[in-house]
């Protein structure tokens, strides 16, 4: 067992012991502390098990409380019983490639425009709008309003112009100090379809 699942686990105050659990379950909560956010789709490719095998095992360890579900509209996240509400949601975006982008950007150079985001990530703005929109919804983006009179990259025209725009930054970033760099390994695997992409969050 980890020094971090020893932490977690041996001096809690749970009836629940990691060493008297079944061996499918130690196995469980050694993946999840590694994976912090690991997907439910993800936990079942790692672990090799059935659906219905993996429900019934994660439920009994969410009921002694010896870990934490996440369940959205269209995804399902598991974490360490360690882990707060608020840094369970930042990592389940930073496990995510594209908005990982964004907030590691956000981070090094905010606050900037979305433009500035589209043509460092080189991704679409419909695509950056959405992940930027999930991100507020969260608390952890928001927006400055100021005029284009500044020195950071925009484009000439749009500052020429004189134009109103909104700038983008994070909400809180003694959080994503402390998690930015740490779940580079936990990012889910590439999605290749629309589908997917719609059930990544």
């Not at 005029?147 to 112009?161: F, K, P």
Request: aromatic fraction near 8%; glycine fraction near 4%; proline fraction near 2%.
């Amino acid at each position: 067992m980890t020094a971090g699942l020893d932490s977690i686990y041996h001096n809690s105050s749970h009836l629940y012991l990691f060493d008297t659990l079944p061996r499918v379950q130690q196995e469980l909560l050694t993946c999840v502390d590694e994976n912090p956010g690991i997907r439910y789709r993800e936990l079942l490719r790692m672990t090799n098990s059935s659906n219905g095998v993996l429900s019934y095992h994660i439920n009994r360890l969410e009921k002694m409380e010896l870990l934490n579900v996440e369940r959205r509209s269209r995804i399902t996240r598991i974490f360490p019983r360690n882990i707060s509400t608020d840094i369970a949601g930042l990592i389940g975006f930073l496990r995510n490639q594209t908005s990982h982008e964004i907030i590691k950007l956000l981070y090094d150079k905010g606050p900037i425009s979305q433009q500035e985001i589209m043509r460092y990530t080189r991704k679409a703005a419909s695509t950056i709008s959405w992940h930027i929109k999930k991100l507020m919804q969260d608390n952890i983006v928001c927006t400055i309003d100021k005029n284009t009179i500044y020195h950071g990259g925009i484009d000439v025209e749009i500052q020429l112009q004189h134009k109103k725009v909104n700038l983008y930054d994070l909400i809180n970033r003694n959080i994503v100090n402390g998690l930015i760099y740490k779940t580079n390994n936990y990012i889910d695997r590439s999605i290749n379809n629309y589908s997917e992409i719609m059930d990544s969050y």
